[in-house]
């Protein structure tokens, strides 16, 4: 089941998502202090490219620079990012097929808005909360 609906949301918006995460962060790579967010910018456009089947999880001890950073990047990116998600969540709502797909776009919001310490898992990894640190 996953991975129909990982191949429905790749056609639909998936591809699109991801596109605008890695332009994201090919842009923030040029500049050399942002290449952090460029590699969070990254390993995002993944996850949006195939959700279903995983999941994010705080990493223990993240800290100041990762609130700091997570600042930085929600005005620059962030917040803009997560309006896409937004406005493509409440657009696939309209369709009863649509809905899972919508609630795995709002479950992206989160991780757009502040990805600095936090780790993309396997749902059915059993070491995922030990990369948590938990």
Do not use: E
Not at 35 to 62: D, N, Q, Y
Not at 64 to 78: D, E, T
Not at 125 to 132: F, H, S
Request: aromatic share 12%.
């Amino acid at each position: 089941m996953r991975t129909l609906l990982n191949i429905i949301w790749l056609v639909l918006c998936g591809f699109w998502m991801s596109v605008a995460y890695v332009i994201t962060g090919v842009i923030a790579c040029i500049f050399i202090i942002t290449i952090p967010f460029g590699i969070a910018s990254f390993r995002i456009a993944s996850f949006a490219l195939w959700p279903f089947g995983r999941t994010i999880v705080s990493t223990a001890g993240s800290g100041a620079p990762s609130f700091i950073g997570n600042v930085i990047w929600f005005i620059v990116a962030g917040f803009w990012l997560a309006l896409g998600h937004l406005v493509t969540g409440l657009l696939l709502m309209v369709t009863i097929v649509g809905i899972p797909l919508a609630l795995a776009d709002f479950k992206l919001i989160p991780i757009s808005l502040a990805p600095l310490g936090k780790t993309i898992v396997r749902v059915n990894d059993p070491n995922a909360l030990q990369v948590a640190g938990y």
